[in-house]
């Protein structure tokens, strides 16, 4: 009987198996085709509105297909699950060697009249109130502004003072045009691009409702978009949302030449409340949002997919749960290329690229922590074997519970917006307890490079390689190689329990660095361990760590020994500085290599080496392997020594995510 029982589970599951159906969709089908013709690939249907209109008839296991090479100009809603041992498949047929099939959300813009010399109008009745995305040729374009980019020393106007956030005065605004209705770009902090609703232009006083709590300082930035009379370079465009036109500048060119298209479709892949979805080998173009939308979702695979030119973000999650986000493209989009940041658990993210995220001013969105590569918020997430290139703030961002950040590459960050690091995270304390088991192990985090443009110090930029901020807890930093950073290497800010050992932080201003600036429950620097690390300044101006702190307390910073340091011979009298803070008001006690142990148990086992400021490069090597495979290097005939006094010389090999520090013998 219990044989009977099983062949009869065994036949149920193969007849279910054999039902399930595959429908097929090409640019040069038919939607009046039946639901039996549409299941074969000579006779497929043709639109996503069809798709949206038939999903209610699919079922666990089945397929929906889009013939590679094709365009498909609209956005899908998937409203049905699949089964944890079915789910239900959207991905690519056809011609391998054809292009992924594109779901398309933007419009081209035709029937141009002149509106005046060098500006074009169109009728964009068809796009919807707010356009975030614009192309021509494919090519993103952003409004036009005022001032332009190259017109002042830094693209930014300046301000003379601020009436808390109701409204900014500066010496040389004229009062004409009157900027009433357009935005007021500004950066109130360092950190931040809010973009402001102008509601009065008086002379040289704008009010405008404010998106951030921060009071402008005098001599921060600004600049205006979204106004007609910004209009004056190739590609600068206006979307007036009241008549529904678009306006473009071209100079002296004709709209005919060009293919101009503005985004319509605000998602381009919507999935709510649903799960077992996933999407293999699609291309998502043009969203006016987010390329792919997830919400309340379980059991979600978004894989080998390129999302570009997104007016949000390339993926976007919320309370997501099981989902695996691997080896897909995300370019060029305003804010993030990656986002799980509200309620997400069990998220893997990896394998992808992501580049050029919000790096043109005023295409991202307001408020902290926008324009970042990705980011990811909740519990038991991984993220590993990610290249995340060119973002306009930071890197890669986390929080929650068992997060493992592992072997990624992170470069080019911080380009737009300053005081922001490759991989970060910021405040620990969530109901009253840390979170825990975090690490971060095994990255490549290079050319961390600052933007002061539109402060009142220019000229000073900050980033930071790995930025432990405010209240951050519980996180091991282990194996990373940290170069090329505007101002630190590895920084914990008012951080704690945090573990920092065997890195590599070189070429930067400070490789390392502790700063208290907040009193946090329980104490804020305490109990970190920071041990057998290489720090190397190669310039003679160069700290090797610096410390500040409101207390007297650096001594309960934690555990500061056994590290390597390898600097320019003329920085040893400046070599490590004590910062102590009262009042806010600086006073800066410089020390040298021996007084600093004396006065502080710290790096009494640290090694410090000094090199020639003019000979440092010549005698320092260092090599890492950024692939997933063994990697051969051939040191020739010079001899060098590793950081434990082991002769190298000829080919070594590298492990993937390996790096080495050689010295000349």
């Given amino acids: ?44 249907w043709k639109t996503l509105e069809k798709l949206n209109s038939i999903m209610n008839i699919l079922e666990p296991g089945d397929s929906v297909l889009f013939r590679r090479g094709d365009v498909f100009v609209g956005f899908i809603t998937i409203t049905k699950s699949g089964s944890e041992s079915r789910p239900i498949v ?21 029937n141009w009249a002149q509106f005046e010399k060098n500006i074009w109008v169109a009728d964009a009745s068809h796009l919807t109130n707010t356009v975030n995305y614009f192309t021509i ?22 301000i003379e003072s601020a009436d808390s956030t109701l409204s900014i005065t500066d010496n040389e605004l004229k009062g004409e045009p009157d900027w009433t209705g357009a935005e007021l770009v500004i950066k109130p902090k360092r950190w931040l691009i809010d973009r402001n609703p102008i509601t009065k232009h008086e002379g040289n006083t704008i009010w405008y409702h404010a998106f951030s709590r921060y009071v402008p300082a005098k001599g921060f930035g600004y600049f ?31 709209p005919k030449n060009y293919t101009i298209q503005g985004s319509r479709f605000e998602n381009l892949l919507e999935i709510n409340n649903q799960s077992n979805i996933e999407i293999y080998g699609l291309s998502f173009v043009g969203a006016n949002k987010n390329s792919v939308n997830l919400n309340n979702v379980k059991r979600i695979v978004v894989k080998n997919c390129t999302m570009k030119y ?32 509200r309620g997400c658990s069990n998220i893997v993210v990896r394998s992808n690229t992501v580049k050029r995220c919000g790096i043109i001013d005023g295409t991202g969105p307001s408020g902290n922590s926008k324009t970042v590569g990705v980011s990811i918020g909740g519990e038991n997430n991984l993220l590993e074997f990610n290249t995340i290139d060119s973002i306009g703030y930071i890197g890669l961002i986390f929080s929650g519970d068992n997060v493992l950040i592992k072997n990624n590459i992170i470069s080019n960050f911080t380009m737009n917006k300053d005081d922001g690091g490759g991989i970060y995270t910021v405040s620990g304390k969530r109901r009253g307890r840390d979170f825990k088991n975090r690490k971060i192990i095994g990255n490549i985090v290079m050319h961390g490079i600052g933007n ?3 402060t009142s110090r220019p000229e000073f930029k900050s980033a930071i390689g790995i930025y432990m901020d405010d209240g951050t807890s519980y996180v ?7 170069g090329y950073c505007a101002e630190i290497g590895i920084f914990l800010h008012d951080a704690r329990f945090i573990n920092v050992k065997n890195n590599l932080a070189y070429n930067c201003d400070i490789p390392f660095a502790m700063h208290q600036d907040l009193i946090w429950e329980g104490g804020s620097m305490i109990s970190n361990v920071i041990r057998k690390n290489i720090f190397v300044s190669p310039e003679s101006n160069s700290l090797l760590e610096s410390f500040r702190t409101q207390e007297d307390n650096i001594r309960n910073f934690g555990d500061l020994d056994s590290n390597y340091f390898w600097y320019a011979s003329k920085s040893i009298e400046d070599s490590l500085r004590y910062f102590k803070e009262t009042t806010w008001k600086s006073k800066y006690q410089n020390y040298s290599i021996e007084d600093w142990k004396k006065k502080y148990p710290f790096d009494q086992h640290s090694e410090f080496n000094e090199i020639d400021e003019k000979d440092f490069n010549k005698n320092i090597r260092i090599e890492y392997n950024s692939t997933r495979k063994q990697k051969n290097i051939n040191l020739g005939t010079t001899v060098y ?10 080919k070594i090999n590298l492990k993937p995510f390996e790096w080495i520090f050689l010295v000349k013998d």
């Fill in 1 to 44: 009987m219990k044989k009977l029982l099983i062949s009869f589970l065994v036949l149920i599951v193969s007849i279910t198996g054999l039902n399930a159906k595959k429908y097929y969709f090409s640019s040069s089908g038919n939607d009046k085709y039946s639901v039996k013709q549409a299941q074969n690939p000579a006779t497929p």
């Fill in 90 to 110: 959207f991905a690519a047929y056809g011609n391998k060697n054809k292009p992924e099939p594109e779901i398309n959300g933007r419009i081209k813009l035709s």
């Fill in 137 to 158: 040729d494919s090519k993103a374009y952003a409004m036009g502004r005022f001032p332009n980019a190259d017109e002042t020393p830094d693209g930014y106007m300046h």
């Fill in 224 to 254: 205006i978009q979204n106004h007609m009379k910004t209009l004056d370079r190739f590609g600068e465009w206006f979307y007036d949302t009241l008549s529904k036109k678009m306006y473009v500048y071209l100079g002296n060119k004709l």
């Fill in 310 to 341: 997104s007016g949000l973000n390339g993926i976007n999650g919320s309370l997501a749960e099981n989902v695996l986000i691997e080896n897909n493209k995300v370019l060029d989009v305003s804010n993030s290329g990656l986002s799980f940041m």
């Fill in 452 to 454: 002061g443009a539109g």
């Fill in 476 to 482: 091991d930093i282990y194996d990373n190689i940290v």
């Fill in 641 to 650: 020594k590793d950081i434990d006094g082991k002769r190298v010389t000829g």
